[in-house]
C-alpha cells in the first residue's frame, strides 16, 4: 500500500491544455509583473486620447457624460459616469492606499525612523517644490488653484519605469522610490481633505464619523462578519460624499482602521488542521462537511483583515479602476488644446511636475543626508536619486484627479490635462535617460 499523499487538483487555468498554455497563463504571469499595471495604464491613456481626437470623439464626451441615478431612501445621487468612476470607484483605490500606508508605517519602510527619514524628506521637497514653482506661473483667479496638481507621483508609472533597470538599478532604489511615493500619497490625501473642499455638511460628516466609530467598536469586540463592514463602509461613503468631503476620503479612512493583525495564529489554525484532517480521513462516503467549512473560515481568519484585502483589492484597482479612471480622463482633444494656447496652467504644470519633482527631491535628499537626519540606501548614488526624482515627475494618475476638484472651467481643465501628459511623457524620458546613465556609471569599474 502506497504512503504517497493525495495531491491538489489544479485550476483549468493551471493545467497543460492548448489555451490555457499558449494564452491565459501567459497573460496571468505578464499580469504578477510589477510594469503591468504602469502597461496598462499608459494603454488606457492612449485609448482615451485616440478616442478623443477620432472621428468619433463626439461619442467620448457623450458616454462619459452619461447620467446615472442611485436612489436609497432619502439619499439621492445623480452623476455622470465620469464622476461615479472618480468619486467611488476611485475611493476603492485610495482605500487600497490607505491599507499600503497603514502597511508601511507598521511593518514596512516606514516603521524605521531612520530608514523612513530620506524619501519623507525627499517627498516634501517633492511636493513643496513643485507646488511653489506653479504658482510662479499662476498667481491669481482660478488658475491658481492647481497648485496640488504638479505635488503626484504616479505610483503604478513609476514603478513600471523603474522596472525596466530593475536588473541594473539597485532593489533599495526601488524601495526608495516607493517609500516616496507613499509619503507623496500621504501628501496629496492631506491636500484634497484640506484644500480642495469647498463646503461642509457636518450633519453628514458626523454621520461618517459615527458609522467609522461604530466599525471601530465592532472590530473591538470581535465581530468578524465581513458583510456588516461592506454595508456600513459604504453607509460612510455615502455619508462622505453628502458632507462636501472628497469620498475618496472616506477610503482612505476605512483603510486606517482595518486591523493589521489576524484573528488566529497560523499555528493554531494549523493544528485544528490537523485534527480535523485525522476526524474525517475514513469519511470517505459521507465527508464532514460542517468542519471543512469552519476550517477553510479560520483558515481565511488566519491572514490580517488588511493583508486580505490588499491582496485582493489590488488586482482590482490596478488592472481595471485605474485604466478605467484614465480612459475616462485622459481624453483631450488635442488639436482644439493647441489651437487654444498652452496657457499658464499647462506651463506651470511642465516645470512643477518635471523640474520641481527633479530640484525638490534631490536638494531635501542632500539637505537630509548633509545633516545626518537620513542615508543614502546601500548601493544607492547621487545620479541614481536623480533618476528617481525625476521618474517621480510622472504625476498622471492623482494630478489627472486633482484637476477635477481644482477647476470648473473646461479650458482650464483641458489646460491642465495637456500639461499633466506632456509632463509625465517629459519626465518619464528624463527618468529613462538618467537612470540608464546612473547604471552605466555602476556597472563601469
Known sequence: MSDRLPEL??????RDRPLPRTVLQPIAEFLHTEAAGGILLLVAAIAALAWANSPWSASYESFWGTELTVEVGPWHIEEHLSAWVNDLLMALFFYVVGLEIKRELLAGELRDRRAAALPAV?????????ALLYVVFNTSGEEARGWGIPMATDIAFAVGVLSLFSKRIPRSLTLFVLALAIVDDIGAIAVIAIFYTESIDFGALGAAVGLLGLMVAMLRLG?????????????????????????????VALGFITPHRPFHLEGAVGAEAKRIAERTADDTDRPRVGEWIHLARISRQAISPLSYSEEMLHPWTSYVIL????????GVNIGEALEAGLGSVALGIVVGLVGGKIAGISLASWLAVRTGLGQLPRGVGWSHITGAAAVAG???????FVTGLAFTDPELIEQAKIGVLGASVIAAGIGLGLLARASRRSASP
Request: aromatic letters at 12%; charged letters at 5%; zero cysteines.
Open 323 to 330: 485604466p478605467l479612471f484614465a480612459l475616462a480622463n485622459a
Open 9 to 14: 487538483t489544479r485550476p483549468w487555468l493551471r
Open 394 to 400: 510622472i504625476g498622471f494618475t492623482v494630478s489627472l
Open 122 to 130: 525627499a517627498a516634501l521637497g517633492g511636493m513643496i517644490v513643485p
Open 223 to 251: 465581530i468578524r462578519a465581513g458583510y456588516v463592514y461592506v454595508v456600513l463602509g459604504l453607509g460612510v461613503w455615502l455619508a462622505t460624499f453628502q458632507s462636501g468631503v472628497h469620498a475618496t476620503i472616506a477610503g
